[in-house]
């Protein structure tokens, strides 16, 4: 079983930067892929990035893509979100989520793919 502790988040002006941290512990971290999803105030959590435990493979949702960059070190177990240009409606709790797979080129897009998840960290983007 993986545990995830994320860290990073915060107040922001538009434009801004931010990076976050996921720490993954446990037998399985360094064969999980892992992944970010956010959901703001009223709305459905959404997938944001993704990256394969080998660390080859990555995919963005659209609406990040060119601005956010994910990334792992595997030697810490430690996946990282770097947000660049953001913008207000990037404001939401962000989570990491974790999935074990005997692939290292898999990537996960949906939500119900992943079972392990971290508590989500807030990141408020200003006007």
């Known amino acids: 079983q993986v545990q995830l502790v994320e860290s990073g988040g915060g107040l922001v002006q538009a434009g801004g930067s931010l990076r976050l941290s996921c720490a993954a512990s446990g037998r399985t971290a360094s064969r999980s892929v892992m992944g970010w999803f956010r959901q703001a105030p009223g709305k459905e959590r959404e997938f944001v990035a993704a990256?394969?435990?080998?660390?080859?493979?990555?995919v963005y949702a659209d609406s990040v893509k060119g601005r956010f960059t994910i990334s792992r070190d595997s030697a810490k177990n430690t996946v990282y979100l770097q947000m660049n240009s953001l913008k207000p409606e990037d404001t939401a709790v962000y989570y990491c989520a974790a999935a074990y797979t005997y692939s290292s080129s898999r990537i996960y897009r949906t939500a119900y793919e992943y079972d392990t998840w971290g508590q989500g960290t807030q990141v408020t983007v200003s006007s």
């Open positions: 990256i394969s435990w080998s660390g080859t493979g990555r």
